[in-house]
Nanobody, 118 residues
Framework: QVQLVESGGGLVQAGGSLKLSCAAS????????MAWYRQAVGKQRELVAR??????DYSDSVKGRFTISGDNAKNTVYLQMNSLKPEDTAVYYC?????????????WGQGTQVTVSS
């Protein structure tokens, strides 16, 4: 069974930075893509950034401020968040599309709270 474990959330002032990490653990799997989503109170979950191989995609709201990167050897994805704004406050979820054998499945982390104060 694959598990995603996130870390790095917290409270930061506007203009500050945080770095989130998400590590996939288990055996016999291959990661196809990893992504970060976020969900603010009263809003739908939205895609923040995705990395697939060497390609990255970002939502317009974070482009230029956030950077997603991966460490294949550690099965880990990172989200470096700079110039944080109060509207970035949300629970951030790690997502991975993982192949085990001939099957692919979506996996989610437990979520980590990011709070940006003004």
């Amino acid at each position: 069974q694959v598990q995603l474990v996130e870390s790095g959330g917290g409270l930061v002032q506007a203009g500050g930075s945080l770095k989130l990490s998400c590590a996939a653990s288990g055996s016999g799997f291959r990661i196809n893509s990893m992504a970060w989503y976020r969900q603010a109170v009263g809003k739908q979950r939205e895609l923040v950034a995705r990395i697939t191989g060497g390609s990255t995609d970002y939502s317009d709201s974070v482009k230029g401020r956030f950077t997603i990167s991966g460490d294949n050897a550690k099965n880990t994805v990172y989200l470096q968040m700079n110039s944080l704004k109060p509207e970035d406050t949300a629970v951030y979820y790690c997502n991975a599309y993982i192949i085990t054998g001939l099957r692919g499945n979506n996996y989610w982390g437990q979520g980590t709270q990011v709070t940006v104060s003004s």
